[in-house]
């Protein structure tokens, strides 16, 4: 395992000084009354123990985080207001600067903005977990500037997610989903290898399902990882779908739904027609697997949950993984997200903050983000 992070309890009394907080608030927004209201604050409380501890010892502290894409221009549609008034609520005494990234220099990881940032602090933290797998400025440069140290829910994240890996109590069973396959065969392999039984759902199981030799009609499939996946199959621990549901091309479909009822499809998918959930009989395959698991690392839908009547292999994983006595990790921003969607949770052991950051950190065991810490000259060590 990689070295340990440095820690804020090595700093002491902070009376009098300034702390540069790097925060991932990057979280949904949505129009409540004309105006645009943080619609799951997850991410932003995940960072009001450091606030609190920092200010308890004296500090000022200013926080900062991208929102969206603004693709290093400013475009309102993108400002940090709504988290501001969120922020507001969590925890008046932390001040939030505007989105970093309406600078080009952040994604560039531009060393004379990282520097501008931090200019006039005597301090830097980093507690933006789900970011620390971009190499941008405002996580990579500081560290080479300030005393530095992670955040106490970034430390726990990872701390969490690799003793989960290195350690786990068997049966581990990993749950991968999502659309794409090319996004998630890394850890897959990954996965592979560490668990017990990797089960297989999503969009991205439909090239699986081409490997097999079966047909899918209109679904998403991608035919440079057919062999890929044909050997991942091979190993005998990966469990994919043997039956899905769907719709007929050109229905629509999405979170205001559509008008078309959902077909139930065997093995195969005739032309004319696309799956976008796990049929019956997998959802019952994949309850009877998760029942013996003693840990269970999830992460990506099994279907387009987002509509409601695409959702039942998403929900019901997640209700069988609730429902388990394991020790339960769900990593992955859509996951995260059913499960908050389903009322779950509570039932869950460990929920990441991080979409990306999670995965990135279980398929390579570290990321660029937690280097620029252990490597900090200047870092306090805990
Ligand atoms: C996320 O939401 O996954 C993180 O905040 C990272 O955002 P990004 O994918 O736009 O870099
Ligand atoms: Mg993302």
Known sequence: MPAPLPSIDAWGDLSGKRVFVR?????????????????????????????????????????????????????????VEPLRRRLAVLCPEVELIENLRFHPGEEANDPDFGASLV???????????GASHRAHASIMVPPTILPSAAGPNLSREVATLLALLDSPERPFIAVTGGAKVKDKLG?????????????????????????????IGSSLFDERYVEECRSLLEGGNVLVPVDSRGLPDG??????????????????????????????????IFEAALASARTVLWNGPMGVFEDPRLGRGTEAIARA??????I??????????????????????FISTGGGASLELVEFGDLPGLRALRESPVSARG
């Open 328 to 349: 339960s990790v769900v990593g992955g921003g859509d996951s995260v997200s059913a499960v908050s969607q389903y009322g779950l949770a509570d039932d869950m052991s």
């Open 187 to 215: 850890i897959m392999k990954v996965l592979a290898a560490k668990a017990d039984l990797v089960i297989v759902g999503g969009g991205m199981a439909y090239t699986f399902r081409v490997a097999e030799g079966h047909t």
């Open 23 to 79: 925060v991932d608030f990057n979280a949904p927004v949505a129009e409540v009354n004309g105006v645009l209201e943080v619609t799951d604050d997850f991410r932003l409380r995940a960072a009001l123990p450091l606030f609190a501890t920092l200010l308890e010892r004296g500090a000022s502290v200013v926080a900062a985080t991208h929102f969206g894409r603004p693709n290093g221009q400013v475009d309102e549609r993108y400002s």
């Open 119 to 129: 200019a006039g602090f005597d301090y830097y933290v980093n507690e933006a977990f």
């Open 251 to 284: 229905a629509a479909f999405g979170p205001d739904g559509g008008d078309d009822e959902v077909v139930d499809f065997g093995a195969d998918i005739p032309d004319g027609y696309g799956g976008l959930d796990i049929g019956p009989d997998t959802v019952e």
């Open 321 to 326: 993984i609730a429902a388990s006595p394991a």
